[in-house]
């Protein structure tokens, strides 16, 4: 049936969440606005009338589309050129949902959506639906169709494995931004020390190219190994001009509510470096160069204001 004014508003009313829980699932903002997109075809050739808890009827599809992604994106990454990172969504993206509570603003984390990729996909949903939207067991087992203690067991799986993490600091964005202004100071005074004292001792380094940028798949491991790596980086030079095309503006800002450096050339978002901080230090660098992965980000960028860049490469 064709949906009326009202059903219209119901939807447009949930894509919101939708849309938020939909990125948390999938990694992938552009996979995101898919799903939803196909949640709304399938609103728009139901019975909605008959259709009591709209919303709940909404996510259960939302989710079932998503398992079939999940289930689909293994085989598409055992293919992947390179490693596979999430994308990136810089600070002010309603993508991000909601990040009231300590649980909501680390299920969107960049270092939580990465450690994400080990779960299985009914660990995935339920550990979303229960963190981020704070589901009851009862409606997520409803959603999965699966007993109640079933969904609890996947909860606690999926905790465990998430929690094997470094416990990551909670951290605003003043203080995301005076993190990454430290880093960037160390890393292009030309010394390595300097920059090893910010990191932890078995920090990583890690790249997302996708096989159309160069980019480090295999991780530089150890303070000092990414501390050589992070001074070649942000060493400025004719040849990383040439190979991206332009000088390359640095700027400090978040992603996925952490601290990030954005690389922009020419307007356009050419890299996002996520900083995953601990009580021990920098911890993780992750890097999304993938041109295929920063689209948004690129328009998000440029509807939004910021300052002068830190410097330029």
Known sequence: MTPTGTHMDRFEASMPRLKAIAYRLLGSASDAEDAVQDTFLRWQAADIDRIEVPEAWLTKVLT?????????????????????????????????????????????????LTLMERLSPDERVVYVLREAFDYPHRRIAEI??????????????????????KARKEIDEVAARRIVEEF??????????????????????????GGKVPARAEAFEGSLAVAKFMRGLFKPSKAK?????????????????????????????AGVMCLEVTDDGIAAFRNQVNPDKLERATRQWGATGHGEPLFRL
């Open 64 to 112: 079932n589309l998503c398992l079939n992604q999940l289930t689909s994106a293994r085989a598409r990454r055992e293919s992947y050129v390179g490693q596979w990172l999430p994308e990136p969504l810089l600070a002010g993206d309603p993508m991000l949902g909601p990040a009231e509570t300590a649980e909501q603003r680390e299920s969107v984390s960049y270092a939580v």
């Open 144 to 165: 999965l169709d699966i007993t109640e203690a079933s969904c609890q067991q996947l909860y606690h799986r999926a905790k465990k494995h998430v929690a094997e993490g």
């Open 184 to 209: 960037l100071a160390a890393a292009t005074s030309g010394r390595t020390e300097p920059l090893v004292r910010l990191l932890a001792a078995d920090a990583i380094t890690i790249g997302d190219g």
């Open 241 to 269: 001009r040439d190979l991206i095309g332009g000088t390359a503006e640095i700027h400090a800002t978040t992603a996925n509510g952490a601290p990030a450096i954005v690389v922009v050339v020419g307007g356009r978002v």
